[in-house]
């Protein structure tokens, strides 16, 4: 199941988003992640089945630049560096692309079990 969020709340609020802003950027570039060339979705956790059916689904394409992205993330852990300044991810190429397909997942998952659980009856 993914996880629940704000955002909805505070991008609806122009004063909240503008508050919120600065503090989100500032967030996302501490994380880290976008120095090793990685996007956000890229941490997601492979463990449930819900991912893994995603991760299936993806692109051919998608699919290798995810596992190129996550290679050299741990080829950069390793040796303790991180990438030249050229290769981090823009907030520009950090889209998500593993989000929406999990979250059409859950959408059918839900609806096989309204549909499992569905009773008919005669009319009176």
Not at 21 to 49: K, V
Not at 117 to 124: M, Y
Request: proline fraction near 6%; glycine fraction near 2%.
């Amino acid at each position: 199941m993914s996880q629940p969020s704000l955002a909805n709340y505070i991008l609806k609020r122009p004063l909240l988003k503008r508050w919120m802003m600065p503090i989100a950027n500032w967030y996302t570039n501490a994380a880290g992640y976008r120095q090793l060339g990685l996007r956000a979705d890229d941490l997601i956790p492979e463990e449930s089945e819900t991912v893994l059916l995603a991760l299936k689904r993806l692109s051919q394409k998608e699919s290798y630049d995810r596992v190129f992205r996550l290679r050299r993330a741990v080829q950069c852990s390793v040796t303790h560096q991180l990438l030249p300044k050229a290769q981090h991810t823009t907030p520009e190429e950090d889209y998500p692309y593993l989000s929406p397909i999990i979250q059409e997942i859950e959408a059918e998952a839900k609806e096989r079990s309204d549909l499992e659980s569905l009773t008919v009856g005669k009319k009176a």
